[in-house]
């Protein structure tokens, strides 16, 4: 089976990568893609399809909103006229610029306006559907995958996927949020690891199924023993979309030496005490380092009108991935991935979450079972092969 992984990253992720290895993006394709799917894991990065081809598939991927990725690939797949060296230069010019502006100074793109050149270019998908979807269909139909897994399905209107439908036995769409209806019209089934969105797939004409995020456990040979030199941490994005953690942060900040290394510092203006605490932002495997060094992680959801009382967020299988104790907000599906109190620690107000934190700060022998347990659970339980297993599992049953 052929399968093709289609993703969109965050345009800070991008931007961080290209300001990081200066002279990436004149690399080949190939080359690029590794650094994005190998050396700095992001997201899911390769760990579908690394796994899918553990278990006898073919499996690609495809970071669908790299503009400069996606043009290389262009570049060395078909034949164009002079626009792609044309735009190399003018991306290589901007990279550079914001390299140059960039010198000796921390990266945080969110809050330095002088890379905002250098995020459009990176980020701008949405306002350049005919890049983005020219070259997304030239990966499409030279590969002819049999299955198509596009895990980014609110970011690619419906009209392309349904005008890719010819060269693709199976499109599977997966996305954490509610879209309208002709999202899920134009697919043949719909994932989500949100057991409340499953029936949306049913309730427009296709089926549904539950996939749950996890972890990849080769993420540990890549990390380093440092110790853990931070108390607390949390990778949480604030500010915009996520104005609902500024309460419980605003608490904690307070009372505990709690690292923030999530983005959003330059939606903190009004909130000097968690601004205050807001360390860089980390990408890549840097976010998981951090995680690793930490002794404790506390993890926040995204407000219930998004996913509503369900665990779903990568935070919890990474922190307890790399063995830190986690300690997250209660969901009533928690159960379902580890046990509160044994292998991860569930907190329903900022109160009790910081009674927590301070108590097993205190308690060092505790806290390392704990966090020894629930690494054991994910790494037995809650890994990407595991759930590429069920994935195939799904295609089977709709490719019968």
Known sequence: MKFLIVMMYDPRMLTW?????????????????????????????DFYSSN????????????????????????ENVSRNGDLSKFSRTAAGVLERARSAFAGRAADPGVKPFLRPIFSLL??????????????????????????????????????????KPHVRLMMGQFP????????????????SLPNLVDRGIKFGIPGHLL?????????????????????????????????????????????????R???????????????????????????QTVKNSMIT?????????????????????????????????????????????EALAYRTPEECCELVKYYLEHEEERKALAAAGQARTLESHTYYSRMQDLAGIVKEHLR
């Open 17 to 45: 990568l290209y300001l990081k290895y200066p002279g990436l993006e004149k690399m080949p394709y190939s080359e690029q893609l590794e650094t994005y799917l190998g050396k700095e894991p992001f997201h899911i990065a």
């Open 52 to 75: 899918l081809r553990k278990l006898g598939h073919e499996a690609y991927d495809v970071v669908a909103n790299s503009e400069i990725l996606q043009k290389k690939w262009m570049e």
């Open 123 to 164: 980020g701008r998908g949405a306002s350049r559907p005919d890049w983005l979807r020219e070259i997304l269909a030239a990966q499409i139909t030279k590969l002819k995958p049999d299955v198509l897994v596009n895990i980014s399905m609110g970011y690619i209107d419906p009209g392309f996927i349904s005008s890719m």
């Open 177 to 192: 949020e509610q879209l309208p209806p002709e999202y899920y019209k134009s697919y043949d089934v719909y994932l989500s």
């Open 212 to 260: 749950k995020l996890g972890f990849e456990p080769r993420i540990l040979n890549q990390l380093r023993e440092e110790g853990k030199p931070i108390p607390v941490s949390s990778m949480a994005n604030l500010g915009y979309c996520f104005e609902d953690r500024i309460p419980l942060f605003e608490y904690l900040c307070q009372r505990l030496p709690l690292e923030i």
């Open 262 to 288: 999530g983005y959003g510092a330059e939606e903190l203006a009004g909130h000097p005490v968690v601004l205050k605490h807001h360390k860089k932002e980390v990408w890549g495997l840097q976010m998981y």
């Open 298 to 342: 506390v993890n926040r959801h995204a407000d219930a009108g998004k996913v509503g009382d369900f665990a779903n967020n990568l935070r919890m299988f990474e922190t307890t991935g790399v063995g830190t104790l986690l300690v997250t907000d209660w969901k009533e599906n928690l159960p379902d991935y580890f046990k509160a109190g044994k």
